[in-house]
């Protein structure tokens, strides 16, 4: 399965921009990237996801490098409520279609 | 309708019981998941079904039975569990299998 890898935790200031990184070397060409986020008690929440190009939602922003190897959620001004754990997944071919959530990043948002 | 929902939200159970999780959606969704989650934990996937057909088992116990009566419904029946399976069990649906998936809040599963 490939694998991604994130910093264990991050901080941010409230209504500041927040960049979450996430490596993926092994990243194979049907792979998309899928960002999932999860909140204290709740079940995780679909953030976005992007296969090339960068993308846009209400949510977030997905800048993916060229190569594809690594990719940053970017969450354009950092609410309490952003506080989470964020995890980056690789979905496609390389899982056989499976969600595999791995450590994730814990984002702690400061007022 | 937009979201997944599941019940009940905490159940306690004793080895010997028998009883099940319902999850539901509405959103016309032809892939159902079902995920354990143990606590400080990521999820753990646990079953897939695609157009009600199981689709992926992750080498569950079985002592944990999926059910798909309908595409709209997707239960997990529970059967001499050990304590060591209480955890948040959590069920999911796609529009296919390998889009994006949307969660519901989970069970709190306690096995005494």
């Known amino acids: 399965d490939a694998k991604t890898t994130q910093p264990n935790s991050m901080e941010s200031n409230e209504e500041e921009p927040v960049h979450l990184p996430c490596n993926h070397s092994?990243?194979?060409?049907?792979?998309?990237i899928h960002w999932y986020r999860q909140l204290p008690s709740q079940g995780p929440e679909y953030v976005i996801h992007g296969l090339t190009s960068n993308v846009n939602n209400r949510m977030a922003s997905l800048a993916i490098a060229e190569d594809r190897k690594s990719s940053t959620l970017i969450l354009h001004r950092a609410t309490l409520r952003d506080a989470a754990v964020y995890y980056c997944i690789l979905y496609g071919s390389s899982n056989t279609g499976k969600l595999i959530f791995g450590q994730g990043t814990t984002l702690q948002v400061k007022p | 309708d937009t979201e997944v929902t599941q019940t009940p939200k905490h159940l306690v159970m004793g080895m010997t019981n028998k009883k099940s999780l319902k999850c539901e959606q509405h959103?016309?969704?032809?892939?159902m998941y079902w995920y354990k989650q143990k606590a400080k934990k990521p999820p753990e996937l646990m079953f897939v079904y695609s157009y009600e057909k199981l689709s992926i088992n992750e080498s569950v116990p079985s002592r944990f039975s999926p059910e798909c009566p309908n595409s709209s419904l997707l239960n997990l029946h529970l059967h001499a569990l050990q304590p060591e399976d209480s955890a948040l069990y959590l069920c999911a649906s796609s529009p296919r299998q390998g889009y994006e998936q949307y969660f519901g809040p989970g069970t709190r599963l306690t096995v005494t």
């Open positions: 092994t990243i194979s060409g049907t792979d998309y």
């Open positions: 959103m016309g969704h032809r892939a």
